[in-house]
């Protein structure tokens, strides 16, 4: 199935050069630390924090979100289409 794959180019994925993680485990820590002790407000509940924590475990459904789900390939939908035809060809004239 060589000659009917179209390649496409790689993704643009920018990764920042200066980030730095320690930094930013340390201010969800202080502000979790600061709702603990009443500082802040506390935070309630969001169904948003949880949507999508499957799909990140794996890189099957990870690949799988970011190219928009899955795709009938080109020549399975021609079979399916030649299949339909036949079968419409077949129930019209009364021969199944």
Do not use: Q
């Amino acid at each position: 199935m060589g000659m009917f794959t179209v390649r496409e180019p790689k993704r643009f994925e920018h990764k920042y050069i200066y980030y730095d993680e320690r930094k930013e485990k340390l201010a969800k820590i202080e502000e979790k630390a600061k709702r603990e002790l009443g500082m802040l407000p506390p935070e309630e509940f969001n169904p948003e924090c949880i949507r999508g924590k499957f799909v990140e475990g794996t890189t099957h459904l990870k690949r799988r979100k970011e190219n928009g789900g899955p795709r009938i390939s080109f020549p399975v939908a021609i079979v399916i289409i030649v299949l339909l035809t036949v079968l419409l060809f077949s129930i019209l004239n009364g021969k199944i």
